[in-house]
């Protein structure tokens, strides 16, 4: 790992290695742009995303993408019906001498891409929520930590909701984003289709490795952060809870239920990293107005209201901001 002097060195270095991460994604995923940054925030802030799109855009191959150019170790789990908590953090066999040995589950790994996350019972959702937060799971009273980094990318098909167990809200308010994959525009179609249908793929340089995601995920902490900006995050997210004192109008009248403290805290964090990736020492207002969708829209529960007058979310956001 590279050495830097000072913390301004270091955060040179991390706005460096992330234009060089996402050329090197960007060798293999056209596009999309927006959905890799927010990724790689959530990276560098400890935390896990949500994915929400359509099959066929690409979801898979992004996260191994950007599991290579990070050097991490990458593990997929299709989530069904009969999925069952062991097939995830795995369970606790005999061996030959008849004595109980524990084989570990998909979940360690540093990179888990759980796949339509909703298709599973809550029951199993559950087990790797409990990863997700502790950084172990536990099986017949003894823990077993999951090495660090460890991200969880789950992904939702908003159209098939036939069969599916959708995320309470407490667990939902577990992922610091919730990230909407759209329809690539006709210029990447085209070169998307170019590029896949030829018999050669460009390979992906390894361009940093766990420790050095660790010691980056360290800095992203130790960035000051102005008073104003932290009293605008919390302002934020006081505004959208309905029928309190710093509740905003729109609330009022389009929301049942608002954010909580953890919003508040992925606000400010977020906005530290977003400074980073932008070539920034502190956060800004605009920082925190950058990551303030994700992190907001699976944290907020629109009322009846809202349904029948066809307000979006992301619109609801949009006027609290």
């Not at 060195?9 to 996402?22: Q, V």
């Not at 069904?80 to 097939?87: E, G, K, N, R, V």
């Not at 085209?190 to 980056?216: A, C, H, Q, S, W």
């Not at 360290?218 to 959208?240: G, M, Q, S």
Request: charged content about 25%; aromatic content about 8%; proline content about 5%.
């Amino acid at each position: 790992m590279k050495e830097f002097n000072t913390d301004v060195e270091a955060a040179d270095g991390l706005f460096k290695a992330f234009g060089t991460l996402k050329d090197e994604i960007s060798k293999i995923v056209v596009g999309q742009d927006e959905v890799v940054r927010l990724l790689l925030t959530s990276v560098f802030c400890q935390g896990h995303c949500l994915l929400v799109g359509v099959p066929g855009l690409a979801k898979t191959l992004l996260i191994q993408t950007m599991a290579s150019a990070l050097d991490l170790k990458f593990n997929r789990i299709q989530f069904t019906p009969d999925l069952m908590p062991s097939d995830i953090i795995g369970a606790e066999t005999l061996d030959k001498d008849r004595n109980f040995k524990f084989i570990k589950g998909p979940v360690f790994a540093n990179i888990v891409l759980a796949d339509e996350i909703n298709r599973t019972p809550p029951k199993t959702q559950a087990a790797l929520l409990e990863a997700m937060q502790e950084y172990a799971v536990t099986i017949g009273g003894q823990t077993y930590s999951i090495d660090k980094p460890f991200f969880v990318l789950a992904t939702q098909n908003p159209i098939e909701q036939e069969g599916t167990y959708p995320l309470p809200e407490a667990q939902l308010d577990r992922f610091m984003f919730n990230v909407l994959l759209d329809y690539p525009e006709y210029g990447q179609e085209l070169d998307i289709v170019k590029n896949t249908t030829m018999d050669t793929m460009p390979t992906v340089e390894r361009i940093l490795n766990g420790d050095e995601i660790v010691y980056f995920q360290h800095l992203v902490r130790k960035v000051p952060v102005t008073d104003n900006v932290v009293e605008y995050a919390v302002d934020l997210v006081h505004k959208t809870r309905p029928n309190t004192k710093r509740a905003s109008t729109i609330a009022n009248d389009y929301l049942e239920w608002g954010a909580g403290p953890r919003a508040s805290q992925y606000l400010v964090i977020g906005a530290k990293c977003n400074a980073l990736l932008n070539g920034k020492y502190s956060p800004d207002i605009e920082d925190v107005v950058a990551v303030a969708k994700p992190i907001l829209r699976h944290r907020l529960v629109k009322n009846f209201k809202a349904e029948a007058e066809g307000m979006s979310i992301d619109k609801i956001i949009d006027q609290l901001i």
